[in-house]
């Protein structure tokens, strides 16, 4: 059984994180909840397996989210401090649809880095049903839904 971060991220974001993860090598996600990717470091060193759990609070124009499955995966690389206004130190990392018109990004405390972010085809999404949250010895119930990063045991990871 492996090790992996599953994390909830705005499916209004991701086809503009696939964007800027393909130009750039990375793309950078907000967070406040910095205390669980330093737990997961500390604990499983990094690079770690990142799932990721399309979520519809913003809209999911691209019909990207699928309910009860993580879509996406990707390899996190790091936690990064922002700066004293909340912004990462390289914002061309972060990804476009943070910022639209003239509203400028979401100032947040971190942001995690992410490398090979890939949509999973339908037959290989990860269902939440497989995973089991650190410490827990039964698989996370059908109606979870992550409002932030959890650290999962992974069956097939």
Known sequence: MGIAILCPVPAALLKSALATCDEKGRVAFGTNAFDVF???????GSPLPALIYPTIHYGDPDGLSAPGYACFRATYLCLQRAD???????????????????????PWQFFWE?????????????????????GQNKP???AYVPHGPTIVKVPHA
């Open 38 to 44: 330093k737990r997961a470091e500390q604990l499983y």
């Open 84 to 106: 004293r206004n909340g912004r990462h130190p390289d914002p061309s990392v972060r990804p476009a649809a943070t910022v639209s018109g003239s509203d400028s990004d979401t």
């Open 140 to 142: 996370l119930p059908k």
């Open 114 to 134: 992410v490398e090979g972010l890939q949509k999973l085809p339908a037959a290989q999404r990860i269902a939440i049903t497989t995973l089991m949250a650190e």
